[in-house]
């Protein structure tokens, strides 16, 4: 009979897709913000991203992606004011995805501006996925491509454990 434990097994912490994303870029943990991955995407396709609050009255909307009229080359990344970190950074990555996969344009259902954080189709969904594992990478503390060996040897923490840490919470 087996034991009742079993070794944890080793999980692959972010999608290879993710990582290239950043990697592609230069942009290499811990300084893959979603400022560093706007000025990134500004460079590579000659555009402007601005950042800005914006309070919704729809309380299921977190972010939102704005053209100004007249600005063909602007992107305006509107996202709801939060003192997470975490949060704040999942609703501008998530947004940034809309950019970095060339996602059309599609009007928010009576709200008049684009892109609502809901996820309403496929675009959405893998949106929200990048935005997730770029969050998670983006608190990692060190490149995990060149430091895969030393991390697993070192016993390092999670992605979560080491945001817990960077932000001065204790588990």
């Known amino acids: 009979m087996g034991r009742w434990w ?11 897709w993710i990582t290239r994303e950043f990697a592609v870029r230069g942009l290499v943990p811990p300084h893959c913000t979603p400022e560093a991955l706007a000025r990134a ?3 590579e396709r000659q555009i402007t991203i601005t950042f ?9 909307v977190y972010g939102l992606l704005d053209r100004p009229a007249g ?21 501008v990555f998530h947004e940034l995805a809309h950019l970095l996969f060339d996602h ?7 709200a008049g501006l684009l892109r609502g954080a809901l996820i309403a189709d496929a675009e959405d969904a893998r949106a929200e996925a990048f935005a997730v594992g770029a969050m998670q990478y983006s608190f990692l503390d060190a490149d995990p491509v060149t430091d895969a060996t030393e991390a697993e040897d070192a016993g390092a923490a999670s992605a979560f454990g080491q945001f817990l840490k960077r932000t001065q919470y204790r588990p």
């Open 6 to 16: 079993r070794r944890p097994r080793r999980v692959r912490g972010i999608a290879a």
């Open 41 to 43: 995407l500004e460079r």
């Open 52 to 60: 800005q609050p914006h309070r919704s009255h729809d309380p299921g």
């Open 71 to 91: 600005c063909a080359d602007t992107y305006v990344i509107c996202y709801r004011p939060t003192s997470s970190l975490a949060l704040h950074r999942l609703i």
């Open 104 to 110: 059309p344009r599609t009007e928010v259902a009576g």
